[in-house]
Each structure stands twice: as C-alpha cells, then as structure tokens.
C-alpha cells in the first residue's frame, strides 16, 4: 500500500489513494479505480462534475482534483463503516 499512496501522491489526478480505509469500501479489490475511471466518465461526465461542486461547496482550491474529494468520501466512509 505504501507504493500506491506514492502513486497517488506523484499522481494526483490519475491515480486514487488506496489505504486499509478505502479498502473497507471497495471490498478489498486494489483495482476498484478501473471502474471509478469509467464511473467518472460516464454520463457525460456527471460524476465527475458532481464532485466538482462538492469541491466548491467544501470551499477547497482549484487545484484539488475531483479524484482527490472522491479519496476522501470513500476515506471518509470507510473510518464510519469501520470505527476507526
């Protein structure tokens, strides 16, 4: 995991952080950002432009990619499921 973290952080808007956090969300399969990649251009985008606003509405800069606010809903769901 420390190799896709270093991935995610070299690579913010390509590559989703994948912890034991957001493993608890994606049921343990490291490759769950194939299907986010598709999710997020699907429909024209719309996933993607939804976390767009959730950006704004968080009041984060610009420069936070709509894949880093999707790493922190699932980080975010995943310390819930959990009790971390």
């Known amino acids: 995991m420390i190799a896709d973290k270093l991935l ?16 608890t969300v994606t049921g343990g399969d490291r490759n769950y950002w194939v299907p986010l990649c598709r999710a997020l251009q699907a429909d024209d985008t719309a996933l993607h432009r939804r976390l767009l606003r959730l950006r704004e509405e968080a009041g984060l800069p610009a420069a936070v990619p709509g894949l880093r606010v999707s790493d922190v809903i699932a ?3 995943g310390k819930k499921k959990k009790g971390y």
């Open 8 to 23: 995610a952080r070299k690579r913010p808007r390509l590559i989703p952080v994948y912890d034991r956090v957001v493993k």
């Open 75 to 77: 980080w975010m769901e």
